[in-house]
C-alpha cells in the first residue's frame, strides 16, 4: 500500500526539486511512495484533501511546528537544514521512512 509524504515550505516552489530527488530515490530503491510540495500556509487543507502519512517542513517555515503539530494526526518533523540545502532526496526520504514505523 503507497504511503503518503507531504513537504512543505513557504509557497511549496523550494521544496519541489526535493520531492522530485526524493521520487528519484523511492524508484531506486522500490519503495511505493507518494510525495508532493505544498505552502505551510494550507497544509490543514492539504491534508484533508490527500491524508498524508507525514509531514516535512522546510527549514525555513519551521516556527510552524508547534502550529502545525496541533491541527494535524500525523507525524510532524522538520527537515534538516544541510539536506534541505543540499536537496539530499536520500537522506529526507530516509526520515520521512522512519517517521512511517
Do not use: W
Not at 530515490?25 to 490527500?50: H, L, Q
Not at 507525524?75 to 536520500?90: A, H, L, R
Amino acid at each position: 500500500m503507497s504511503k503518503t509524504i507531504m513537504l512543505a515550505c513557504a509557497g511549496g516552489m523550494s521544496t519541489s526539486l526535493l520531492v522530485t530527488k526524493m521520487e528519484k530515490e523511492a524508484v531506486k530503491r522500490n519503495v511505493d511512495v507518494s510525495i508532493f510540495a505544498t505552502a505551510g500556509s494550507i497544509i490543514p487543507d492539504e491534508c484533508k484533501k490527500y491524508h498524508p502519512d507525514v509531514i516535512l517542513l522546510g527549514p525555513q517555515i519551521q516556527y510552524m511546528y508547534h502550529l502545525v503539530i496541533k491541527e494535524v494526526d500525523v507525524p510532524v518533523s522538520v527537515i534538516d537544514m544541510k539536506d534541505f540545502g543540499t536537496m539530499n532526496g536520500e537522506k529526507v526520504l530516509n526520515l520521512a521512512l522512519s517517521m512511517m514505523k
